[in-house]
């Protein structure tokens, strides 16, 4: 059972376009965290939203908790080939044990 | 070094054969856990520590699956009698405190299990 829905899972977009990753949830969490990975690496963190309705932004990157603190969204502006890699959420458990969605792919084309 | 840090970062090994892989966390950090990421799950959790304990296990496959940790610092995941389905990627994270799940994760370069 995946408790948390990542959408979509690939996305190919051109330099410039904006984008939004949603992730999904029945459960409550205490936070949700937004991970980047690049290939041969370990997730690298990129934001902690904690607070329903919480938005947090990252430069051309805006994270949005909801206001029930179940799903959350990444939503990039003016995407740069540099954002390539694989995006992933997460939702905490109290223990901070990491609930981990299947994570979106991005691939920006020049 | 100042972060999380795992070996071997590449290990090959034939069926049926034990593999421990090792976890070093950043200095202070109290709580460890260990996840694995294959093709077609994503990353999942297989257990927490904190401190020397493990409070959660849940996420151990199978009872050929064990951890430790000592001196509330270096832990080993041990797999027992490797099959196939055994071949991922095992990450490494550690944290301040595993208390209330607000804190950062940070993750080790894992270590990529290939069992032939």
């Known amino acids: 059972t995946q408790l948390l829905e990542q959408s979509p899972q690939f996305l190919s977009i051109q330099e410039g376009e904006n984008l939004t990753v949603y992730c999904n949830s029945s459960?409550?969490?205490?936070?949700l965290q937004w991970y980047r990975q690049e290939p041969g690496e370990g997730p690298v963190l990129l934001v902690t939203?904690?607070?329903?309705?919480e938005v947090k932004k990252l430069k051309r990157l805006t994270f949005q908790f909801g206001d029930a603190r179940k799903d959350s969204s990444l939503h990039i502006t003016a995407a740069q080939p540099g954002d390539t890699g694989l995006y992933l959420c997460a939702g905490a458990r109290s223990s901070g044990k990491l609930i981990f969605g299947q994570g979106t792919e991005l691939s920006v084309k020049p | 070094g100042a972060g999380v840090s795992q070996s071997p970062s590449n290990k090959v090994t034939e069926k049926g054969k034990d593999v421990e892989l090792r976890c070093d966390p950043i200095s202070g950090h109290t709580a460890l856990y260990w996840y694995r990421q294959s093709l077609g799950q994503g990353l999942e959790f297989l257990i927490y520590?904190?401190?020397?304990?493990?409070?959660?296990k849940s996420g151990l496959p199978s009872d050929r699956f064990s951890a430790e940790r000592t001196g509330g610092s270096v832990s080993t995941l041990t797999i027992q009698r490797t099959q196939q389905e055994d071949s991922a990627v095992y990450l490494c994270a550690s944290s301040t405190s595993g208390d209330r799940g607000n804190q950062p994760q940070h993750f080790g370069d894992g270590t990529r299990l290939s069992i032939l």
């Open positions: 459960s409550v969490f205490s936070s």
């Open positions: 939203v904690v607070t329903g309705g």
């Open positions: 520590f904190q401190g020397n304990s493990a409070p959660d």
